[in-house]
């Protein structure tokens, strides 16, 4: 599976997908400069005017409803429809569904009623789609982590997706297969918007990797475990979130192959 994300990033680089980001306004430079990073190419369009059409034209469409606002509301509708109509990747980021339950109503009419490849969520975010009892404060999961595993397959297989509940460890999830990332840093959790770019890193992947989309969401976890872990390191052990933050960006554009198959740790269930 590294080999296979090395591969799935050199793709990225060289196709330079177009990713239709409709995203929350707290990170959306964060997420557009991550993916430039990537190798891709963000727009963020959600004008309902134009967002059929710029659907029409991109490789993926990233949905994250950190700031879910009305007419927003009607341009993920219409996003997803088209995105789902012409067979283009959907990764979306249930921001804060444990703690408003009029926006899991939301993504749970989406995963329902169009063809969503990628759910990226906390722990706490994905068990309350799965129907089961969670743990959050706000936007943020406290859960202590138990029956991880089973919500990512329930939730994956109950809506022909796969599910990434992002934590200490990650979790991937097909239904049937599992994959467990243990890359990744303490620090991720110090600057807003971790989450964020990790769920458009996966809309840039799944923008290349079609056939398989657990591959695609493993490649965007290891690359954000892996450069949040160098990044970390190049601090020279004092906590600095803004430092931090920039070199972040740094190392995702610079992450080698070496990198991931020296570094990457992935294990399946």
Avoid at 39 to 63: C, D, H, K, N, R
Avoid at 95 to 122: E, Q, T
Avoid at 163 to 184: E, M, P, T
Avoid at 208 to 214: A, M, P, T
Wanted: net charge negative; glycine share 10%; hydrophobic share 50%.
């Amino acid at each position: 599976m590294l080999k296979e994300a090395c591969r799935v990033i050199q793709q990225v680089r060289e196709k330079k997908p177009l990713v239709h980001a409709i995203t929350n306004y707290v990170t959306v430079n964060d997420c557009a400069n991550i993916l430039l990073g990537f190798g891709a190419s963000p727009a963020m369009v959600e004008i309902i005017e134009e967002v059929e059409g710029f659907t029409a034209i991109a490789q993926s469409l990233y949905i994250n409803i950190g700031t879910l606002a009305g007419e927003q509301k009607s341009s993920i509708l219409l996003a997803a429809a088209r995105a789902s109509e012409l067979h283009i990747p959907v990764v979306i980021d249930p921001v804060g569904v444990g703690a408003i339950p009029s926006r899991a109503d939301y993504v749970l009419n989406l995963l329902k009623n169009y063809n969503i490849s990628i759910v990226k969520g906390n722990l706490g975010e994905i068990k309350v789609l799965a129907g089961l009892d969670a743990s959050v404060r706000g936007v943020d999961s406290i859960d202590d982590g138990a029956g991880a595993v089973d919500a990512c397959r329930t939730l994956a297989e109950k809506y022909n997706t796969v599910v990434v509940a992002s934590g200490v460890q990650d979790i991937i999830s097909d239904g049937k297969r599992v994959a467990l990332v243990d890359n990744g840093t303490s620090l991720l959790s110090l600057i807003t918007g971790s989450g964020c770019m990790l769920g458009a890193l996966a809309a840039a992947a799944a923008a290349v990797e079609k056939e398989d989309f657990l591959k695609a969401a493993a490649t965007a976890v290891l690359a954000m475990g892996l450069s949040g872990e160098t990044a970390a390191g190049l601090l020279s052990g004092e906590v600095l979130p803004g430092t931090f933050r920039i070199k972040l960006f740094d190392q995702i554009y610079s992450l080698s192959e070496q990198v991931i198959l020296e570094k990457g740790k992935l294990s399946w269930l």
